[in-house]
Each structure stands twice: as C-alpha cells, then as structure tokens.
C-alpha cells in the first residue's frame, strides 16, 4: 500500500517531539497529530536530567537550551517542619553524560524548542487541531482515522473522518492514551494514589529561597519547595482530609498556603495552581504489532525523582533508533521486540523508587512520622543520602551476553580534535553505533565479515585517549574504560553500552555479536 509517513505520532509532548526528531534525522518521513491546536503553555516538568540533555542536543536542540535551565550547587532535602535535615543529597556536578546532573527547568520552554526543530523539518509534517478515532491494522502497516478538532479538544461538528497510512505508530498521548486503549494493553498499577495542589510562580522580587529543593515531612501538610527554571519556583501540598480538588483550586487557597513560606500577591505572580492525583503505574507490554506506547501512554510515577518527563524521552530515543535500524533495512522487524524487553525493566524499579519515597513522604500519621524520621536519622547519621539518580542498567535485549559493561549508559567526555575542543557528541557526532578504544582505531581490528557489517550499520570508529588522534582533554574515558579493565567499548545509537573487550582486538568479535543480535548474522 501507499504510505503517507513512515511513522505515525500520536501526541506532540516530549516523547512524541523527540521521537519526530530523531526519526527525521535519519530521513524517515513522520506525522505528527495533536488535538491542541497550539503547545500546552501551563508549567507541568521541573526536572531535567542529564542523559536528557545529551538526547536533546542528538536530536537538534543547540545551546539556545541554556537560558532555560537552572543549575544550582544547593542540595535536595528531606527536612522536618521545624527544619531538621533529616536526609540531603548534594546537586550541582557532571553526569555521566556531560550535562549538570539535573537542572530546573519550565516544560513549555523546552517544548518550544522542540516544536520550532519539528516545524523547521522538512520530513516531518505537523497536523495540529487533529483528533484521531481509531486505528486499523493491515498487513504491512497502519491506518489512523481522523477528524479535525474545534480548537478546543473536540471533534468539529459533522466532520467527515480522514485516514492516513504509515508503516508505524507511536502512542505519545498522554495518561488517557487512546492509543494504548485501542491495543489493549493492560496496566500493573501499585496501589498508590495521593492528591496534591501543585503551584507555579514567579516570584517579582530576588531572594534567597531557604529551603531551595526539599520534602517538607510535615503531618499537618507534607510539602515540597522546588525550583522550576529560570525565574519560577514550585510549591506542590498535600491535600487533606476533607479537602477536595474544587475548594482547593482557587488562587485564594493556593496564596493561604504560601502564605507560610513568605510568598504573597506582593512578591509573586501566581502562574498556576492545579490539582494533580500521583500514581505509580506501567503498561506490560509497550508493542502491539506496529503500534508503540511511549511516555505517560506507558507509565505514570510520582514526581519525587523528577523522572516523568526524563523516562519518556528515554523512551523515545530507545524506540527512534530501533525504528531507524528497521526502516532503513538495517535490521528486520523482530528488533523492535527489544523496545519493550529494555525499556520496561529500566524504568519500572524508578516508578517504584518514587512510590516508596511517596509513601514515606505522604504520611499524616504522628507516630508514623516519627518512626520514619528516625529511619531516615540513622541513614544520614551512616551516611547515606537520597537516591536521586536510580536508573538501572538495561537488563536485556540489544546487548552483548556476558558483559559488565553492557547495558550501563556510557560516558561522554571532553575531546580535542585538529584543534577542536567539545563534548564526544559535538566533536565525532552522534546517531550511530560507535566503537571506542584506547590503544588503537578499534575498526583496524575488524575482519572482512565485521568490516562489511559495520558498514552496512553506518558505525563510527574513534581511537580516544592521550596521547590519541581524538585527545581525551580531561581522561574521561581512561577513567571509565581503564577503570573497568576494557580497552574498547561498542555504544549504541541511544548511548547505552552494547559491549566490551580488553583490548581493541575484541572489536570484530563485539561487531559480530551485535550483527547476531539484531538478526542480521546467524549465531556464532
């Protein structure tokens, strides 16, 4: 049949956005249906992590990003009421991929962003004020249905249905996803819910906000204080018994609780004050032929990680390089059965990370709360501090058999080149799978089978190190690689490690087990 995209979008937030992007990088056509007619402009996200970060500049966002995050060296806190900190966990370095750790950020800004690289496009087309009704299978592809909205969310009055046929579709809307609806799937939900008023402001006069990012452990009214990006901060309050999502949503009720915190209609603009229910939940299966869930379509958790927003673009960047590899003739259908396999293990223990420290938070109990400080007393007394960044290795899937490495989001460094100096992504470019090595070219080392391969895989090869062709400024990758006993590494298009050797020689072996495990060479 004729197609009129490759993949079909459902849904224009960040997964669907990023999903486009990356598509289109590769040259595969994309139709990306809204029901809004324009972006959401209401402040949702505050947390922007750093492996994020490194996915945004893959798919186009350039340093223009800058002036829309706020990095701070103030800790993260759990504190009592009277101010006691009970646990912390210090902010503000690197992370593993060469961005700040996690920054504050406002969603509508980087969505912006986002919007204006997808409009730019030329492979993708945008189709706004669209509301899809359904989706019918056929042999090689999907049929989307659909009908123009009224501006407002709904179907326009006595509006004829149109149909669009891709080769795929991705599922990226939202909670109340009809697309996931219309698969079927079914969800594990961990019995967690709890309503909380979530306030957005920006406040009109500068000061010295103490606490800066904390858990209030409050029995009266647990409540966290959050930067939100530049210029905004973020109050989110328990709601208590007798309290309902009505009486609490005027602005009357969001100033009588900020009222404590010193921040009134004098100092601040109340930008939003909305009532949202926490829940921790996921889909079992995010595959349905050639219909794909991503984002909250596939999971919702609670916001203590700040990893909603960050697991959706994950998942869009693990399912835009399995769909590249397959509409490409790179790699046959059956890759995508990894979409699941990986993803789903990954991000599952986070949403159950977040439920405990829910539950631990959302306590009105006094001898419970006491109990619970106690315990979170003798953690900071040991030691310990909050577990912000919870990401697993993936478990499964695209990886090589038997590796240490395999699996673990790998590190991006410093690199000098020919007198260019920049981040590993900005200096060799990213998007493809990449050989890295520390005593040679890994590609020198590849066979006539393994050299034939990666070609055909479109890999890059890098000998980094110092002293190296491609210099390693500040040793990021002899600390990591010579750390871990490795000489070379094969990472994957969406940074994630396929595998490791000791020595460069290892690199035809890794390339060999990666054509097996795509489908494209049969087992040793």
């Not at 200096?427 to 050989?435: H, M, R």
Request: glycine share 10%; proline share 7%; hydrophobic share 40%.
């Amino acid at each position: 049949m004729n197609f009129d995209a490759d993949v079909a979008v459902i849904g224009a937030g960040p997964a669907g956005l990023t999903a486009s992007l990356l598509l289109a990088r590769s040259g595969n056509s994309v139709a990306l249906i809204e029901r809004w007619p324009q972006p959401y402009p209401q402040p949702r996200a505050i947390a922007l992590d750093h492996e994020v970060r490194r996915v945004f500049h893959q798919a186009g966002v350039d340093q223009r990003i800058e002036q829309f995050v706020e990095r701070s060296e103030e800790p993260a806190e759990f504190l009592t009421p009277a101010g006691e900190v009970l646990l912390s966990h210090r902010q503000g370095g690197l992370g593993r991929s060469g961005f700040p750790e996690m920054t504050g950020f406002n969603q509508p800004d980087i969505e912006m962003l986002l919007e204006e690289l997808v409009t730019e496009n030329p492979h993708i087309t945008v189709m706004r004020n669209v509301l899809v009704t359904g989706l019918n299978h056929v042999d090689d592809g999907v049929v989307v249905q659909h009908v123009d909205g009224d501006g407002c969310g709904e179907p326009k009055p006595d509006n004829a249905s149109r149909a669009l046929a891709a080769k795929y579709v991705i599922g990226a809307d939202g909670a109340n996803s009809l697309v996931a609806s219309q698969t079927g799937v079914e969800f594990t939900d961990l019995g967690f819910s709890s309503e909380w008023l979530v306030v957005d402001i920006q406040p009109t006069v500068t000061r010295d906000w103490k606490p800066f990012l904390a858990e209030v452990l409050d029995v009266t009214r647990p409540t966290t204080v959050a930067p939100a990006g530049p210029g905004r901060r973020r109050f989110e309050f328990m709601l208590m018994p007798g309290e309902t999502s009505e009486s609490m949503s005027t602005p009357e009720a969001a100033w009588s609780l900020m009222k404590k915190w010193d921040v009134t209609p004098e100092n601040a603009v109340l930008e939003r004050s909305v009532p949202y229910r926490f829940r921790g939940r996921w889909a079992r299966d995010w595959r349905a032929g050639r219909v794909f869930i991503a984002g909250d379509a596939a999971h919702l958790t609670p916001p203590f990680l700040g990893q909603g927003f960050n697991s959706a673009v994950r998942d869009a960047a693990n399912l835009a390089h399995h769909l590249n590899l397959v509409l490409d003739g790179r790699a046959p259908d059956s890759v995508l059965d990894h979409y699941t396999e990986e993803r789903l293990p990954h991000v599952r223990p986070q949403i159950e990370t977040a439920v405990e420290l829910a539950r631990m938070i959302c306590v009105t109990d006094p001898e419970e709360r006491r109990q619970w400080d106690d315990a979170l007393r003798e953690q900071r007394d040991n030691g310990t501090e909050i577990p912000m960044d919870t990401r697993p290795a993936l478990a499964s899937g695209m990886l090589a058999a038997g590796d240490s490495l395999a699996g673990t989001l790998s590190y991006q460094g410093r690199i000098e080149h020919h007198g260019k100096i920049g981040l590993f992504d900005e200096v060799c470019g990213s998007g493809s799978f990449t050989l890295i090595g520390l005593d040679a070219d890994p590609a020198s080392a590849l066979g006539p089978q393994a050299s034939e391969l990666w070609s055909r895989l479109r890999g890059s090869s890098y000998h980094v190190g110092s002293p190296a062709p491609w210099h390693d400024v500040d040793g990021t990758y002899q600390k990591w690689l010579g750390g871990a006993g490795a000489g070379v590494v094969l990472v994957r298009p969406d940074f994630y490690v396929f595998g490791s050797g000791q020595s460069g020689a290892d690199a035809d072996r890794l390339v060999l087990e990666l054509g097996n495990k795509l489908g494209i060479l049969p087992p040793p």
